[in-house]
């Protein structure tokens, strides 16, 4: 079986609009990277997700954890790899304020390295670099306190497998 041709949908670039100095909304269109940024972005992303799993169950983060992070490129670079240096350079040009060229850069990173079809780019994208907010069923989740198993067991039956007499349990006087 032979398959087409999948570059252009695999290659759809990410358009993020931005205002600049003018204060006029202009579209960044972001190109996705080249092998070799894609390969140290996403070395990166996967020691930032290890990295995190660890904090998540307990583990202590060593100066060894975060010394290998700091081994990769700058935040710059990572800013420069993901958004493109033309497309980083024109927001700069324009004016666009430092902190949306980072929300940008981090937004294109999640977008060039995560394999969830813009979900997480999107979610860091609209919430303007914030975590997201969980869902209220996330929330409700965290506030319950786990109860015992005995709270949703049933009554046990007659150990003898015989069911009573109706008026069994009145005495007679």
Request: proline letters at 5%; glycine letters at 14%.
């Given at each position: 079986m032979r398959f087409t041709d999948a570059t252009e949908a695999l290659e759809e670039p990410l358009v993020l609009p931005l205002?600049?100095?003018?204060?006029k909304l202009k579209d960044y269109k972001i190109e996705p990277v080249d092998a070799a940024d894609g390969i140290k972005l996403q070395e990166l992303m996967t020691d930032?997700?290890?990295l995190a799993r660890r904090q998540q169950a307990g583990q202590?983060?060593?100066e060894a954890d975060a010394a290998k992070l700091g081994d990769k490129d700058s935040l710059a670079e990572l800013e420069e790899k993901s958004l493109g240096r033309e497309v980083r350079d024109q927001m700069i040009r324009?004016?666009?304020k430092l902190r949306s060229i980072q929300v940008a850069g981090m937004t294109a990173f999640y977008w060039?390295?995560?394999q969830d079809e813009g979900a997480t780019a999107e979610a860091y994208w609209k919430s303007g670099?914030?975590?997201?907010?969980p869902n209220r069923a996330q929330r409700r989740t965290a506030t319950r306190t786990q109860q015992g198993a005995a709270t949703t067991t049933k009554k046990r039956a007659s150990a003898t497998g015989t069911k009573p007499k109706a008026g069994a349990s009145k005495t007679k006087a």
């Open positions: 205002r600049g100095a003018n204060k930032i997700q290890a202590e983060v060593t324009d004016g666009v060039q390295t995560l670099g914030k975590a997201p907010k």
